[in-house]
């Protein structure tokens, strides 16, 4: 069974969740957010936080971590603090050293919800129902959440297409040479006039 963390890095809250890749259907695990203490100082937080990562990477043993990647914010100072926060996770994912998969915000949301630019209340809404869950998670789980989903649902489309492309490039061999150039099926130009 493939074990998937989400990760969505924030400049105050980072939220994670856990989906194991179960059948018939994927089970959540767990999720929760990891706040960020701001009286304690940038280097202390972003500290706590990787200490926090690796507590969650040594208890749910993940095979993935899907990464939400980072997106231009509208105000500079707010660049920078996410900035951090993700330089904190990728510094702690580096040391792990398991598989790492980012995506930005309108893959994941197009993966899960089937629109690119859902809103958050969308995406919460998918997951609720999805896991039936009482209630919808706060924001930021339900991002990570929808992270480790964007991983497992786009990791069968993948597999798919390569079984896809296989079969199409083992019937294209089949074929009897028909004097057209097998890139672009133009006729072959051999110098004689046609």
């Known amino acids: 069974m493939l074990r998937v963390l989400g990760l969505d890095p924030g400049s105050r809250l980072t939220g994670w969740g856990v989906v194991d ?13 990891v706040a960020l203490p701001r009286s304690s100082g940038r280097a202390n937080a972003l500290k706590r936080l990787q200490e926090e990562l690796d507590l969650l ?9 899907a990464l ?18 993700r330089g904190a996770a990728l510094a702690v994912l580096g040391r792990w ?8 915000p309108a893959q994941v ?4 919800v089937g629109n690119g630019r859902a809103e958050k209340r969308q995406v919460a809404f998918v997951v609720q129902h999805t896991f039936a869950l009482p209630a919808p998670p706060p924001p930021d789980a ?17 597999a798919r297409a390569a079984g896809m492309l296989a079969s199409v490039s083992a019937a294209w061999t089949q074929l009897p040479d028909c ?16």
């Open 21 to 33: 890749d179960g059948a018939p259907a994927p089970r959540l695990v767990a999720f929760g957010r």
């Open 57 to 65: 990477l040594a208890e749910f043993r993940p095979a993935v971590v």
């Open 68 to 85: 939400e990647r980072s997106f231009t914010a509208r105000y500079p100072g707010a660049s920078l603090a996410l900035a951090e926060v």
């Open 97 to 104: 050293g398991g598989t790492l998969r980012e995506y930005p």
């Open 109 to 112: 949301k197009a993966a899960v």
């Open 142 to 158: 339900a991002d990570a959440i929808a992270l480790a989903l964007c991983y497992l649902r786009l990791r069968c489309l993948d």
């Open 179 to 194: 004097g057209r150039d097998r890139k672009c099926g133009r006729p072959v130009r051999t110098g004689e006039p046609e």
